[in-house]
């Protein structure tokens, strides 16, 4: 199947759906927003990384907040920033590099993240890419990404998993944990109160209805 230039969805939908589906929800279906200090950090960061111009260094040459898509996908969005290193066949071989203000997440909504910005670049250039890295700000660090087929496959089934969700125009219900208390969406989701809401009225179905 191929996506029209309209159905295409947001590369950053996959990495919302990863970390929370009510998140994705609010944001793509509902478009809500709210910053907290961490997502305001998080958007200067990649402003900066996305101001930055076309560097050449020898035989590495690297673009900033390169445009993407795929129609085979149906994903549009854009690259923080990809290094092309130069092969002995003269080719250009690119390395995706996505910036984060935190530290790796226990999850892998960041490594599919940018595995979906690795597929356009694929369906893009012709190409097959190995590998890329996530950079991290609060560690400073590099983490190296590896393009295997499990992180491929994983990506390939949250695009569609998250196109459903955004096309069916429902919210899912929240199921609170601790990762809520750093979302900045907390206040507008209410996972606490929404999901007490819910245990009372079940309680009362429950005792309307027993015999």
Same mark, same amino acid.
């Given at each position: 199947?191929?996506?029209?230039?309209?159905?295409?969805?947001?590369?950053?939908?996959?990495?919302?759906?990863?970390?929370?589906?009510?998140?994705?929800?609010? %944001? *793509? &279906? #509902?478009?809500?927003?709210?910053?907290?200090?961490? =997502?305001?950090?998080? /958007?200067?960061?990649h402003e900066r990384v996305h101001d930055e111009k076309r560097e050449s260094r020898g035989k590495v040459r690297v673009e900033y907040g390169i445009p993407l898509r795929s129609l085979a996908l149906?994903?549009?969005?854009?690259?923080?920033?990809?290094?092309?290193?130069?092969?002995?066949?003269?080719?250009?071989?690119?390395?995706?590099v996505e910036y984060k203000l935190g530290k790796p997440k226990l999850d892998d909504s960041d490594k599919i993240q940018l595995c979906a910005q690795t597929l356009c670049?694929?369906?893009?250039?012709? %190409? *097959? &890419? #190995?590998?890329?890295?996530?950079?991290?700000?609060? =560690?400073?660090?590099? /983490?190296?990404?590896?393009?295997?087929s499990s992180l491929?496959?994983?990506?390939?089934?949250v695009a569609s998993k998250t196109r459903e969700l955004i096309i069916s125009g429902r919210t899912p219900l929240p199921v609170y944990s601790k990762r809520c208390d750093r979302c900045s969406l907390i206040e507008l989701c209410l996972p606490k109160v929404m999901q007490k809401k819910r245990t009372v009225k079940g309680y009362l179905f429950r005792m309307m209805n027993e015999p």
């Amino acid at each position: 199947m191929v996506f029209t230039e309209e159905e295409l969805i947001p590369i950053s939908a996959l990495a919302h759906f990863s970390y929370c589906k009510r998140r994705c929800a609010l %944001i *793509h &279906i #509902e478009q809500l927003w709210s910053e907290n200090l961490f =997502t305001a950090k998080g /958007q200067i960061m990649h402003e900066r990384v996305h101001d930055e111009k076309r560097e050449s260094r020898g035989k590495v040459r690297v673009e900033y907040g390169i445009p993407l898509r795929s129609l085979a996908l149906g994903l549009i969005g854009k690259a923080d920033m990809v290094e092309f290193y130069c092969q002995e066949d003269g080719n250009w071989m690119p390395y995706p590099v996505e910036y984060k203000l935190g530290k790796p997440k226990l999850d892998d909504s960041d490594k599919i993240q940018l595995c979906a910005q690795t597929l356009c670049i694929e369906e893009m250039l012709g %190409i *097959h &890419i #190995e590998k890329g890295a996530i950079f991290y700000g609060r =560690t400073k660090r590099r /983490q190296v990404i590896d393009f295997d087929s499990s992180l491929r496959f994983d990506t390939i089934e949250v695009a569609s998993k998250t196109r459903e969700l955004i096309i069916s125009g429902r919210t899912p219900l929240p199921v609170y944990s601790k990762r809520c208390d750093r979302c900045s969406l907390i206040e507008l989701c209410l996972p606490k109160v929404m999901q007490k809401k819910r245990t009372v009225k079940g309680y009362l179905f429950r005792m309307m209805n027993e015999p």
